[in-house]
């Protein structure tokens, strides 16, 4: 993951830390009405951390748990702070399996 002190990132940063094409940010940015970017005089795309953090919600409720992409603006607007916590809940979980994954493979080879 790139640096996360940046106050703002550009859209193939962007589409780098969360490792999705940048013409799926663009197209999002038109159907959700939560994501709004930052634009400089020359309509250059600036992401704040916030902005990053709304696109992995929307990954995850479109991508991941398969909702239609009105479905998924509704529940962010609705009810963000619960999505959010699901979607941090999901990362770890996705985190462990991947250290429990390595620990059984490790095991393997000694054995």
Not at 8 to 32: N, Q
Not at 67 to 74: E, F, G, M, P, V
Not at 86 to 97: A, G, N, P, S
């Amino acid at each position: 993951m790139r640096d996360t002190q940046k106050k703002y990132y550009k859209i193939g940063e962007v589409a780098e830390i969360l490792d999705i094409p940048a013409s799926t940010l663009r197209f999002w940015e038109k159907e959700f009405t939560i994501i709004k970017p930052k634009r400089n005089a020359s309509n250059i795309r600036y992401y704040s951390l916030d902005d990053i953090e709304t696109i992995r919600m929307v990954y995850y409720l479109v991508k991941e748990k398969g909702l239609k992409l009105d479905a998924a603006q509704q529940q962010i607007k609705q009810n963000r702070s619960n999505v959010s916590k699901r979607h941090e809940v999901v990362e770890r979980l996705k985190e462990i399996r991947e250290e429990l994954r390595r620990m059984e493979e490790a095991l393997n080879q000694l054995m």
